[in-house]
């Protein structure tokens, strides 16, 4: 992402950051507060570069010597906080990479500025380390914290920052999105942003992920031929899919997704919405074989199943008296 411009979503996070730049008003530190692939990297990369942008106008311009520095990594002034251990922030690389750093001013930019991904993975006493930074920072320093976990954080450090919290994109600009920028079909473009749930880089994973489209069709193929299968075919198939790594929620979503396409062609004898737009033969004949009631235990049935998984009742047990509903309705 090399403007605001091209991030989808997010207005009120940037629009608080353009102001922020047309305004002069920085803060001293920043949370930027949303699940992983919400974009939370993107946008504290495009606020950074635009803080230390040389040009007039319109930041970043990413034509100045700062913004071709920043994009390659190695603008001096940008300091992204690194972790040796994958599970934990130490308080050492707190007081080494900010505390002891922070002191020392900009070598090129009018600011320094430090990005902090993983912020919820610092321990109470590296966090610590860094509130007494937080409490008289340099006038030139910015600090970026970047979290998954917002209640993993301090409430002191909390108090002294400005949170900026990341929302679902809506399903339409995401869809639009995956067929522009990753180009693939409407019909995929659809699945793939009803499962993602407005985040941006789990929509993009799944759009060139082969394992989800092989669980896809797995899904499908068994959807269609539930009618011919035996009792031996659904236990073999519920004992393949509780092997833990399978990926038993995706299933369930889209035999989710499958049920609730099937039930609104029911309602409405129409293809506009549905979301397997491209299986709309196989949805009509399912819709005219089946019941609302029928297809209202099915959807009933999965939210049960996940709940017996969530609470660790037998996998293949669950899986196989989904199945069972599922071939019975």
Same mark, same amino acid.
């Given at each position: 992402?090399?403007? #605001?411009?091209?991030?989808?979503?997010?207005?009120?996070?940037?629009?608080?950051?353009?102001?922020?730049?047309?305004?002069?008003?920085?803060?001293?530190?920043?949370? #930027?507060?949303?699940?992983?692939?919400?974009?939370?990297?993107?946008? &504290?990369?495009? #606020?950074?570069? &635009?803080?230390?942008?040389?040009?007039?106008?319109?930041?970043?311009?990413?034509?100045?010597?700062?913004?071709?520095?920043?994009?390659?990594?190695?603008?001096?002034?940008?300091?992204?906080?690194?972790?040796?251990?994958?599970?934990?922030?130490?308080?050492?690389?707190?007081? /080494?990479?900010?505390?002891?750093?922070?002191?020392?001013?900009?070598?090129?930019?009018?600011?320094?500025?430090?990005?902090?991904?993983?912020?919820?993975?610092?321990?109470?006493?590296?966090?610590?380390?860094?509130?007494?930074?937080?409490?008289?920072?340099?006038?030139?320093?910015?600090?970026?914290?970047?979290?998954?976990?917002?209640? &993993?954080?301090?409430?002191?450090?909390?108090?002294?920052?400005?949170?900026?919290?990341? /929302?679902?994109?809506p399903d339409i600009e995401l869809q639009r999105y995956l067929m522009r920028e990753v180009q693939v079909p409407d019909y995929k473009a659809s699945i793939c942003t009803v499962f993602a749930r407005g985040n941006v880089g789990r929509a993009k994973e799944l759009a060139v992920s082969q394992e989800f489209d092989e669980l896809k069709e797995e899904t499908l193929q068994l959807i269609k031929s539930l009618s011919e299968k035996s009792l031996s075919d659904l236990a073999a198939f519920a004992k393949a899919k509780a092997d833990k790594s399978s990926n038993t929620e995706g299933f369930l979503e889209l035999l989710q997704m499958w049920y609730r396409d099937v039930l609104l062609y029911k309602s409405t004898v129409s293809s506009g919405n549905l979301i397997f737009g491209e299986e709309v033969q196989h949805i009509k004949r399912m819709a005219v074989k089946s019941t609302y009631e029928g297809l209202n235990r099915i959807l009933n049935s999965i939210e049960e199943a996940r709940m017996r998984l969530a609470g660790n009742v037998n996998a293949e047990l669950t899986l196989e008296w989904l199945l069972l509903v599922c071939a019975e309705e």
């Open positions: 992402m090399q403007s #605001f411009a091209n991030v989808i979503g997010q207005a009120p996070i940037k629009e608080h950051i353009k102001k922020s730049l047309h305004t002069g008003k920085i803060s001293h530190a920043y949370i #930027f507060y949303g699940e992983k692939g919400s974009g939370k990297k993107t946008l &504290a990369d495009l #606020f950074a570069r &635009a803080l230390q942008c040389e040009a007039e106008g319109d930041k970043p311009c990413n034509q100045c010597i700062s913004c071709k520095q920043a994009l390659n990594r190695n603008q001096p002034d940008i300091i992204y906080v690194q972790h040796e251990k994958p599970g934990i922030i130490s308080v050492d690389e707190i007081r /080494k990479q900010v505390n002891n750093d922070i002191a020392i001013k900009p070598y090129s930019s009018e600011r320094k500025i430090y990005i902090i991904d993983e912020a919820e993975k610092m321990n109470v006493q590296a966090q610590n380390a860094l509130l007494k930074t937080l409490e008289e920072p340099p006038a030139y320093a910015t600090i970026m914290l970047l979290t998954t976990n917002l209640e &993993a954080m301090l409430q002191t450090i909390r108090s002294r920052c400005v949170t900026l919290t990341m /929302k679902p994109v």
